[in-house]
């Protein structure tokens, strides 16, 4: 049962998408789990074939239990087998959460029609189906479950974070006018469909300038800090029912801007249809949360534990600004920055808000 946030202690076994004799490659989603954050689908670390499944789906069991054996590809046995010519094309057009939705709810899927990412039934679709059938008071309860659930584990894991880490906080305000005129032209070019928002300069910024401060990404255990092993930026998203993820964009660092823009789409969706993989909860290096679009002017967030920083990013607004001696009028953003003392300083902090800030100022080189 893989950890998947820092409050997370047990999960339930909802379906096992792979069984034994199946054979599977690193990537292939093996199963699904229910969470207090929702169904999660569990990844395969290594190429193999399926030994023996052990957790029966119903069981909730312990962070950290053995779900399944997996005989690795170089076993005794020789090579896995190939793969069944069928296998469950069903489940792949079907959200976690729509599945577990359509079982509370009694609802066929067969009869369901998909409104997600290439006709997938979403966890909406189905709930829109039961509507019609006059079943859509039989969710509220499980529903309201897990909210409850998840509000819950939030606390904790906040609560902790408070207890258990030393926060400091600082600030910065930027300058946007070179980033939005470089945004405007770059656009110009692209449809509709293509265009970047200023958000994905944000995360490639912050992602570029953990480079240079390597102290801020990665994880405060065993009493010391454990870098990370690659630049994997959390975003944090809010869900339609209320509650919060913030999954991983992995080696955001590495990926050109329009290649992120459709990796932060993407997670955006499937975060909100109930279909996220269990390492974008799991591997977040450290977390960004942006509320400019709520019309925020600050964020001081929490650090979500084990992680030792988090980032903060309000509305882009017209404010005064001097400029050479000269008053004028500029978009500014207030970046903000909580980390870990036990980890970095005020220093170091302030270093990595100036390669924010440096980087902005140049946006042609992100």
């Known amino acids: ?45 290594e190429d193999g074939v399926v030994e023996q ?9 312990p962070v950290g239990t053995v779900l399944a ?10 090579p896995p087998p190939a793969p069944p010519a069928v296998t469950g094309a069903e489940r ?3 959200s976690p959460m729509a599945r577990k939705v359509a079982a509370e709810l009694g609802v066929d899927l067969t009869h369901v029609q998909g409104t997600g990412t290439q006709g997938s039934i979403t966890r909406e679709d189905v709930e829109r189906a039961a509507e019609s059938k006059g079943a859509v008071t039989a969710a509220s309860t499980p529903a309201l479950d897990r909210m409850a659930a998840m509000r819950s584990a939030i606390a904790a894991a906040m609560a902790r974070s408070k207890r258990e880490i030393p926060h400091y906080y600082l600030s910065s305000t930027i300058d946007m006018s070179a980033a939005l005129a470089w945004l405007r032209a770059a656009n110009d070019k692209r449809s509709v469909t293509e ?10 910024a912050v992602a570029l300038a953990l480079r240079d401060v390597s102290e801020l990404n990665g994880y405060f255990v065993d009493g010391g800090f454990r870098k990370g092993a ?7 998203i809010s869900l339609r029912g209320g509650g919060l993820v913030a999954p991983a964009l992995h080696d955001a660092d590495k990926a050109d801007l329009p290649t992120l823009m459709r990796q932060l789409q993407d997670v955006v969706a499937r975060a909100r249809a109930g279909s996220l993989k269990s390492s974008e909860l799991a591997d977040s290096t450290i977390t960004v949360t942006n509320l400019g679009e709520q019309g ?10 084990p992680q030792v920083a988090l980032v903060g990013f309000g509305r882009i607004s017209e404010r005064p600004w001097v400029v050479s001696g000269k008053l004028d009028v500029r ?23 100036a390669a924010v800030d440096r980087l902005l100022q140049v946006p042609e080189t992100l």
């Open 1 to 45: 049962m893989p950890s998947l946030g820092a409050e997370m202690e047990a999960g339930t076994l909802v379906e096992w998408l792979k069984h034994p004799g199946d054979a599977v490659k690193r990537g292939d989603i093996i199963a699904v789990v229910d969470t207090e954050k929702g169904a999660i689908e569990v990844e395969v670390f």
């Open 53 to 61: 499944t052990i957790v029966e789906p119903g069981h909730k069991v």
């Open 69 to 78: 054996l997996i005989r690795g590809a170089a076993g005794p046995s020789g």
């Open 92 to 94: 792949g057009r079907v």
């Open 195 to 204: 265009r970047l928002l200023p958000a994905v300069l944000l995360l490639k």
């Open 230 to 236: 690659g630049i994997h930026v959390g975003v944090a």
């Open 296 to 305: 925020v002017e600050s964020t001081f967030g929490i650090i979500y534990p």
């Open 331 to 353: 978009p500014l953003l207030t970046a903000t920055l909580s980390a870990d003392h036990r980890a970095t300083d005020g220093h170091r902090g302030g270093v990595f808000l």
